[in-house]
């Protein structure tokens, strides 16, 4: 099975600019989850989306959004960008309703925010 | 608070010596617990989790770990390490009313010595 995709691999935006960010989970997956990873704060989770919904959300404000279509996929979209908002994100997919039990990542998409 | 405490920030280790990488949780309820480790530049890879039963797991590449209830703990160890083994290594716990939501430790970097 191919693994978790994401594109872009790297983006360069300037402030005030929007962003979106794609993932393609493994086959089969219904669950999506979204991190940031800084080398600040680390690993910080963004939301979950499972069969559409957005099941989960993490403590980001809301430019951070995201949404998970009929067939798995999930964007994020980043609103009015910040230099803050310069990180790692990384899309992790899981097979279904328990989503706990193992999360995939994928390579991640490098985000610069001049 | 849930929380995840690598106490190392940096370890070294020369090639061929045993690794044990330090992992504390603060969770209310039974914890899934999970180590990942990521090279430069890539994404996560889960080495091993622990749901319940038995208290020591194994996992990929040859590494283990032990979950400790009364620490609330679970240290990761290998008895060997190679060079390639060089990594960040992030401990994160999650649950079944977290749904795909893990909480990451600040992680622990790994350089072997030749």
């Known amino acids: 099975k191919a693994g978790v995709t994401q594109t872009p691999r790297y983006l360069i935006k300037t402030r005030g600019q929007q962003v979106t960010l794609s993932c393609s989970p493994i086959s089969g997956h219904r669950s999506v989850s979204w991190y940031q990873q800084t080398p600040g704060q680390g690993l910080q989770f963004l939301f979950e989306y499972f069969s559409e919904t957005q099941r989960n959300k993490g403590n980001f404000p809301g430019r951070f959004s995201g949404r998970q279509f009929s067939n798995s996929r999930s964007e994020m979209n980043v609103s009015t960008l910040e230099l803050g908002d310069s990180a790692l994100y990384l899309c992790?997919?899981?097979?279904?309703?328990?989503?706990?039990?193992?999360?995939?990542f994928g390579p991640g998409t490098r985000l610069t925010v001049l | 608070a849930q929380s995840v405490t690598q106490p190392d920030i940096h370890i070294t280790v020369s090639e061929g010596a045993s690794l044990e990488l330090r992992c504390n949780y603060s969770y209310g309820a039974t914890p899934c617990l999970f180590w990942y480790v990521q090279s430069p530049g890539q994404g996560l890879q889960l080495l091993l989790k622990?749901?319940?039963?038995?208290?020591l797991v194994q996992g990929i590449k040859g590494f283990e770990a032990e979950f400790k209830r009364s620490q609330s703990s679970f240290n990761l160890r290998k008895p060997s390490v190679h060079w390639s083994d060089a990594a960040e290594y992030f401990c994160a716990v999650g649950g079944s009313n977290q749904g795909g939501k893990l909480i990451f430790g600040q992680g622990t970097e790994l350089s072997v010595k030749p």
């Open positions: 622990y749901f319940s039963g038995d208290t």
């Open positions: 992790a997919s899981s097979p279904g309703l328990r989503s706990y039990n193992e999360q995939f």
